[in-house]
């Protein structure tokens, strides 16, 4: 989205706000060790991946907790080794030490351009994997995953649930109002969509005075996964959290009725939970970056 068009208010709406951190990303040194990046991974046969495996990305650092830097590579398989979508994507860890191989075992991630990060999200002091990778989709989707190697056993602790966020579902009502809750959120959530109340219109969904006239299932409002999922040392103790941005859409795809933005942090008991929840009011909409909608022929 061009944000150009875009005059959002944002809205503090939970508690455990940490003040005065600042929203940051935090630099770190993990050494990059990518010699094999682009190649076919020549341990696919020894672990029983498809024969068309190639390493995505490489890293090093520590993550099985012995001190000693191990090899993270981020393979998935590829019809060419050109190609830049890969499907069935795993993280494998080579032990620095004993040289011995362990992988998680994800299933059914692909997508494009996948990279890998290597940092300690749950506060053990040791790095763990961070992968992100485009989706394709139009709906500007990205697939996050992290996984922890401790004593070489691969552990996903954030996936395709985790992904999800704030999983908003709404309604349209009157007034030019979305009236929905979203989980993790300790009340219900009305959004304002006066700023594109004409092409509402113009798409029979409302009247001139803001009454609903559609009140179809089709009509439903709700929010897409991570379309941004960044690491951040928000409180600067060298354990990171996560920093991420949704869509909720309305109409269609391209109807953009508010971005969720949002900070994650992993709790001793083993979840995920947001740290700090916002959202967006669109105050002005430039036709461009509004949804394309058409009188019914039929009325």
């Given at each position: 989205m061009?944000?150009?068009?875009?005059?959002?208010v944002?809205f503090?709406?939970?508690?455990?706000?940490?003040?005065?951190?600042?929203?940051?990303?935090?630099?770190?040194?993990?050494a990059?060790?990518d010699?094999e990046?682009g190649?076919?991974?020549?341990?696919a046969?020894?672990l029983k991946l498809?024969?068309?495996t190639?390493?995505?990305?490489?890293k090093?650092?520590?993550v099985?907790?012995?001190?000693v830097?191990d090899?993270?590579?981020?393979?998935?398989?590829k019809?060419?080794?050109?190609d830049?979508?890969?499907?069935?994507?795993?993280?494998?860890v080579q032990?620095?030490k004993?040289?011995a191989?362990?992988?998680?075992?994800?299933k059914?991630?692909g997508?494009?351009e996948?990279?890998l990060?290597?940092?300690?999200?749950?506060?053990?002091?040791?790095?763990?994997?961070?992968?992100?990778?485009?989706?394709?989709?139009?709906?500007g989707?990205y697939?996050?995953v992290?996984?922890?190697f401790a004593?070489n056993?691969?552990k996903?602790i954030?996936?395709?649930?985790?992904?999800?966020?704030i999983?908003?579902?709404g309604?349209?009502?009157?007034?030019f109002?979305?009236?929905?809750?979203?989980?993790?959120?300790?009340?219900?959530?009305?959004?304002?969509v006066?700023?594109n109340?004409?092409?509402y219109?113009?798409?029979?969904?409302y009247?001139?005075?803001?009454k609903?006239?559609?009140?179809?299932?089709?009509?439903?409002?709700?929010?897409?996964p991570f379309?941004s999922?960044?690491?951040?040392?928000?409180?600067?103790?060298g354990?990171f959290?996560?920093?991420?941005?949704q869509?909720?859409?309305?109409?269609?795809?391209?109807?953009?009725?508010?971005?969720?933005?949002?900070?994650?942090?992993?709790?001793?008991?083993?979840?995920?939970a947001?740290?700090?929840?916002?959202?967006s009011?669109f105050?002005?909409?430039?036709p461009n970056?509004?949804?394309?909608?058409?009188?019914?022929a039929?009325e």
């Open positions: 061009n944000n150009k068009w875009m005059k959002p944002t503090l709406l939970l508690a455990g706000v940490i003040g005065g951190t600042g929203l940051t990303v935090a630099h770190t040194k993990v990059h060790a010699a990046k190649k076919p991974f020549a341990a046969a020894e498809d024969k068309n190639y390493v995505i990305d490489q090093s650092a520590d099985n907790g012995d001190k830097a090899t993270v590579y981020l393979v998935g398989v019809e060419k080794a050109d830049i979508y890969a499907a069935d994507m795993n993280i494998v032990d620095g004993t040289k191989y362990s992988k998680t075992e994800m059914d991630l997508g494009y996948g990279e990060t290597l940092l300690d999200f749950t506060g053990d002091h040791v790095a763990d994997a961070f992968v992100k990778t485009a989706t394709g989709g139009s709906g989707i697939n996050h992290i996984a922890t004593d056993k691969g996903v954030f996936g395709e649930e985790e992904n999800e966020g999983r908003y579902e309604k349209f009502a009157n007034g109002k979305v009236e929905g809750k979203g989980t993790h959120l300790q009340q219900p959530l009305t959004l304002d006066q700023a109340k004409e092409l219109q113009m798409a029979k969904l009247d001139k005075d803001g609903l006239l559609k009140k179809d299932d089709d009509l439903s409002v709700y929010s897409y379309g999922l960044q690491p951040i040392d928000i409180d600067n103790n354990t959290e996560l920093m991420g941005e869509r909720i859409v309305g109409l269609n795809n391209t109807d953009t009725v508010s971005t969720l933005k949002s900070i994650w942090g992993f709790g001793s008991e083993g979840k995920w947001p740290w700090e929840v916002e959202y009011t105050l002005l909409k430039h970056e509004a949804i394309n909608v058409t009188p019914d039929n």
